[in-house]
């Protein structure tokens, strides 16, 4: 039951984020919907993947892979780009406390201020390395089905 | 004398040229509408193929047989040529901000240039009113809807509800002031330091105020509408999809707008830990 309510905020938090983001990247106000579900749907697709057991960067990966193959399929139907509403659907996923924690991890490392500096060290590179795998694994979640669906014509 | 010079300069000239002469006359009007589409697509958001479709869309449909294209992180290059003359323009591209609402604008004109309902001119002056008139949700609405946007991001990272409020009053404030800021030309970089402190320091104190046990996490979470989703993503499909130069400009830029965020939110924890320790 917990874990049903967990769900539905990831769901409704995902889907609020992404409609203001939405806002932020001026999207018309039909199109707002579209981020919202976007973001629902990559938000709560990544919340079961975790609860399955997959690592946060496969979750990632697979929520934005479904984000984008849905959008890929939509753009024809639903005259709009599939770029934006995508990026805004993926964006509550993109790791921003955990690039603000490597870097204030690095710069504290600079201070000398640090008790256990190598403890740290290791701290903060396993977030610099979270943020590239999972930036990484969003965007080519989202690339992957225009490059498989569309063929580039031999110059 | 002079009133024949007068005379002479005032008058509309009758410039003979020859056909290679007006080919190119015509071309540079392709060029640079072309060129204006593209850039207007770069700076509101689009992706390397997302600039290149535009860019040829716009070219083909007024009349170029030849398009070719060079994206660049800061210029546009594209030669287009009919009949074997050809001509090559470069452009300069501005400030980068996303704006979905022009990109589908571009569209749709591109859709009647290439159905060939507009001649190079209009499409020149079609593409100026574009830029004017497309319809952008006022400041204050923006502002709102990104306190709202970060507010639910601190849920979804696990701040307590007392924190919440704070996170949506911070970022709403940030988001104003980065407005302003970037209304004034402000560089960008800079820009992001003084949000993110501002929206830091606010966020820090309100937390704190309202009893959040969450304070950490809370001033983080004010600070997210700042994170460069759109270059980051658009950065690696563009290394994906061929266009290796634009994607790591594109990550470069991403890695410093990181580091000028994470500064302001260093100075922001300070100064909230000075005043109140």
Known sequence: MMGFASLLQQIAC???????FGVLFNVGSRTLSLCAASGATALGLRTCCLGMGMSLEGASFVAAL???????????????????????????????????KAIIGLFALTTGSVGDELDMLVTATKYALRVFFITGAIGTGLAVPSLLFRRRVPQ | MENDATQKATDPKVVFCSPYESALSSLEIIATASLEAGKMSMEAGANAIGVETIT???ALGLGARLVELRIGYASLAITVGIDGASITCVRKVGDFRVNHRLIHALGNLGTRVAKGQLTAERTRSELGLLRGETPKYSAWITALAVGI???????????????????????IIGQYVRQLLLRCHVNAFLCAAITSFISCVVAGLGARWAGSATITVAMISSILML??????????????????TLGNARAVTVVATLIFIT?????????INEWHP
């Open chain 2, 56 to 58: 040829q869309i716009f």
């Open chain 2, 263 to 271: 500064a302001g939110l260093w100075l922001g924890n300070a100064a």
């Open chain 1, 14 to 20: 995902g889907a609020i984020a992404a409609a203001g």
């Open chain 2, 149 to 171: 946007a970060c507010a639910a991001f601190g849920r979804l990272l696990g701040v307590d509800w007392r924190g919440v409020g704070p996170i949506a009053l911070a970022a």
């Open chain 1, 66 to 100: 479904s984000v984008g193959a849905v959008l890929h399929f939509l753009h024809p139907l639903m005259d709009v780009s599939h770029n934006v509403p995508g990026v805004a659907g993926c964006i509550a996923m993109v790791p921003g406390s955990f690039a603000a």
């Open chain 2, 227 to 244: 994170v460069p989703g759109v270059p980051a993503v658009n950065a690696l499909r563009d290394i994906l999809e061929g266009h290796p």
